[in-house]
Every structure is written in structure tokens, then in C-alpha cells.
């Protein structure tokens, strides 16, 4: 049910994927996004979003272009959603997640609420990538 309202309040701004399993997906100014659902427990529906911000950037020493350097410090910073960055094999790779209960949030809301996250994360690529 949370899926469908989600699915619904995206496709107001993007060609929305429904993957075999349910999961939305959908780009937003670079970022590779998905939302999925579960039921922690009966009645409690809750969606996770994952942003796929950046990949493969470059290592560096310098602090003032070291990618966990610059997330630490707030690049992109946003309300909503946790940053994290993990060394791949050809550089960092950084996403965003935001985890919320959705029960009782209505397509408007829902909306609003995933384009915050998203938008975030489009700021932090924006900063990071250039």
C-alpha cells in the first residue's frame, strides 16, 4: 500500500521503474534512486529510499577534495537522509539513505517528503561531482 502511494507522488516528477520485487526506481539529476517497503510489524509500513550519488570518485589526501573529508563536513547537506561512503576498487562511491514510517502519509506528502531526500542528494552530487 505505502509502495503504491510513493510510486504514485513520484510519477508527478519521474518515469518511475516497478522492479519484479516491488522496488521503485527512478534517476534524479544524476542520482540512481530506489524505494522499497516493508512492515516492521502489522501496521507499521515503513520505506527506505536509497540514492546512489556518486561512484568511482577519486582518493585524494588533500582535505579540501577527500570525498569522506567533504561528507563529513556537510557537502550537500540536507535534513533528511544519512550519508555514507565506501571505498570501492576505483575510488569512493557515497549514497544517501533515508528510512520513514509511512502509514497515513498521502500521495501530496509522500511526495514532498521523497523530493526532499531526492533533491539532497542531487546537491550533494552536484558538489561532489561538479
Not at 501496521?43 to 582518493?59: M, R
Amino acid at each position: 500500500m505505502s509502495l503504491e502511494v510513493a510510486r504514485k507522488a513520484l510519477e508527478r516528477y519521474h518515469d518511475i521503474e516497478v522492479d519484479p520485487d516491488g522496488a521503485l526506481t527512478f534517476a534524479h539529476g544524476g542520482v540512481l534512486c530506489v524505494v522499497q517497503g516493508t512492515e516492521l510489524e502489522e501496521g507499521l509500513p515503513v520505506l527506505n529510499l536509497t540514492c546512489v550519488v556518486a561512484w568511482d570518485l577519486p582518493v585524494s589526501e588533500d582535505p579540501a577534495t577527500d570525498v569522506p573529508t567533504r561528507v563529513a563536513l556537510g557537502v550537500g547537506e540536507g535534513l533528511f537522509g544519512t550519508p555514507r561512503v565506501v571505498r570501492g576498487e576505483k575510488g569512493w562511491d557515497v549514497t544517501l539513505r533515508y528510512a520513514f514510517p509511512a502509514a497515513g502519509l498521502a500521495e501530496g506528502p509522500m511526495g514532498t517528503l521523497l523530493m526532499l531526500v531526492v533533491s539532497s542528494a542531487s546537491s550533494m552530487r552536484a558538489e561532489l561531482v561538479g
